[in-house]
């Protein structure tokens, strides 16, 4: 038996092994669709990417690994991950999810899920005993995303799962925003986390895919049969690249926190920024449980200008130099976002500014730059 790595470590040699045929560090990428019988089903473990491949077996083992979980799963994206979960159900099953998350995992559920009879409850998580109420015997998951997207809520994972477990409820956790670097959910008592492994575990915005682990091997079967059945997999050069990049997913989440850190304290002094949203400011709500939960607090935060709007977050955002423009986030660069005409759009107006989601609202992915050129960036673009 393997002695148990610390986290550092376990990036780069977690679950992982040289490849047998020819000694390889780095699993080789098997671009191959099938593998050669030598009688019928007599093969070496492979017989269909569709369902296994090696290449993103090794990328498997490593999320399994980095998650202190037992099986990984990786998929086509994010949402494929969600999709695959959500076929977890039967149609009047109700679930409750975070009121402020990603707006495609809202898409998701209410364009695609609500349609084949299951029934989604959006509430405010920051504090357990708002999701009793929406309890009852139809409740088979909770969904929840933490740091939040882009608010940056943080959400009690424990309590969660201790309230869930006394009602015999499954608790899937959006990693995302955090990586396994800041937090473990199944440590916490999750049953399934998730990532858009797109982001901070690829980290250099070159590859789309999503990853589910889990702990219990009855659900591992559920969800393997769904992976294969319905086919939303990852091909092997995106598995080789995002195993690549959780290999140095220690180093650059470290810089990412620093970065971020030096950032919010900046926005938080300038005179023409109203409000900064970032879990390590000791006034931010749930900032003991963020201190308590995570080991930083992650290279996310958002804002808003002192008496902005929509205008106003258009000419910021357009007049950065450094930061980019762009969808998504966690990788090495520093992006900048408009929440609700990007990320966010899909939810309606009234529901996204009840969550904080307005007009003005700026997100900032801060990437491993130097510090002193990301702030000034802000500075002559701020004003």
Known sequence: MKKKLHFNSNTIHGGQEPDKAYGAVMPPIYQTSTYAQTTPGGHQGFEYSRTHNPTRQALEKSLASIEAGKFGFAFGSGLAAMDAVLKLLKPGDEIISTDDLYGGSYRLFTKIFEDFGLKFHFVGMDNSQKIE??????????????????????????????????????????????????????????DIVMHSATKY?????????????????????????????????????????TLRGIKTLHVRMQRHCENAAAIAHFLKKH????????????????????????????????????????????KIIESLKLFTLAESLGGVESLAGHPASMTHASIPKELREKSGVVDSLIRLSVGIEDVRDLIEDLKQAIG
């Open 133 to 190: 109420k929406f309890i009852n015997s139809k409740t088979k998951l909770l969904w929840v995303e933490t740091p939040t997207n882009p608010m940056m809520n943080i959400i009690d994972i424990k309590s969660i799962t201790t309230l869930a477990k006394t009602h015999g409820i499954m608790v899937a956790v959006d990693n995302t925003f955090a990586s396994p670097y800041l937090q473990q959910p199944l440590t916490l008592g999750a």
């Open 201 to 241: 575990l690829a980290g250099h915005s070159d590859v789309v895919l999503g990853s589910l682990v889990v702990k219990d091997e009855e659900l591992a079967e559920r969800i393997g049969f769904i992976q294969n059945a319905s086919g939303a997999i990852c091909g092997p050069m995106d598995s080789f690249l």
């Open 271 to 314: 005179s023409k920024i109203e409000k900064v949203y970032w879990p390590g400011f000791e006034e931010h709500p749930n900032h003991g449980v963020a201190k308590a939960q995570m080991n930083d607090y992650g290279g996310m935060l958002s804002f808003v200008t002192r008496g902005g709007d929509y205008n106003a977050a258009v």
